[in-house]
T-cell receptor, first 109, second 117 residues
Framework: DAKTTQPPSMDCAEGRAANLPCNHS???????VYWYRQIHSQGPQYIIH???NNETNEMASLIITEDRKSSTLILPHATLRDTAVYYC??????????FGPGTRLSVLP | ETGVTQTPRHLVMGMTNKKSLKCEQH?????MYWYKQSAKKPLELMFV???????ENNSVPSRFSPECPNSSHLFLHLHTLQPEDSALYLC????????????????FGPGTRLTVL
């Protein structure tokens, strides 16, 4: 079973920030938080990952709470092409991923 | 482009056919993975290879037979499939499995959409 829980769906207006939450209350000390997304019928695309510090790259920002029991993926200026299913995964080495159902993000014009 | 390619992108086969899916990675990785994604279900890990050796088999039926001739190529041989095996089959690669790296991540190919009639 997946070790994370995410809302099944979210909407976001184009141009606004999309904030996708993830709960991982049983995360252990050596487990990282990974985010992937899957645009319809394509392979999952890596977005970002982190351990305890907040992370930012050209795609998104990852905010991890101090107790590491939850995190938020932020897409700062969502576009229609960001419509996808977003998966939050916790794993220690990044190799034994268990995917949950994810959050279906719809970016609306 | 992620550096992981899969062929064919679409495949239709009968239950008595034998076919193979191919995955190739150009990232210099040593671990490769097969996943299955059925309609409205999460991705399920099927097999893992690390340095050409199979390290994970998640109770996959024997009608699915993986082969990893080298670290860059991974095959999934299919025979006597059932209609419920229709799914998107995804290949992924990562640097190596559970070794000295503190963290790693997987890069996915575009998938093969398989339909079994």
């Amino acid at each position: 079973d997946a070790k994370t829980t995410q809302p099944p769906s979210m909407d976001c207006a184009e141009g606004r920030a999309a904030n996708l939450p993830c709960n991982h209350s049983t995360i252990s000390g050596n487990e990282y938080v990974y985010w992937y997304r899957q645009i319809h019928s394509q392979g999952p695309q890596y977005i970002i990952h982190g351990l305890k510090n907040n992370e930012t790259n050209e795609m998104a920002s990852l905010i991890i709470t101090e107790d590491r029991k939850s995190s938020t993926l932020i897409l700062p200026h969502a576009t229609l092409r960001d419509t996808a299913v977003y998966y939050c995964i916790v794993d220690d080495y990044g190799q034994n991923f268990v995917f949950g159902p994810g959050t279906r993000l719809s970016v609306l014009p | 482009e992620t550096g992981v390619t899969q062929t064919p992108r679409h495949l239709v086969m009968g239950m008595t056919n034998k076919k193979s899916l191919k995955c190739e990675q150009h990232l210099g990785h040593n671990a490769m993975y097969w996943y299955k994604q059925s309609a409205k279900k999460p991705l399920e890990l099927m097999f893992v290879y690390n340095f050409k050796e199979q390290t994970e088999n998640n109770s996959v039926p024997s009608r699915f037979s993986p082969e990893c001739p080298n670290s860059s190529h991974l095959f999934l041989h299919l025979h006597t499939l059932q209609p419920e095996d229709s799914a998107l089959y995804l290949c992924a690669s990562s640097q190596e499995q559970r070794a000295t790296l503190s963290t790693d991540t997987q890069y996915f190919g575009p998938g093969t959409r398989l339909t079994v009639l």
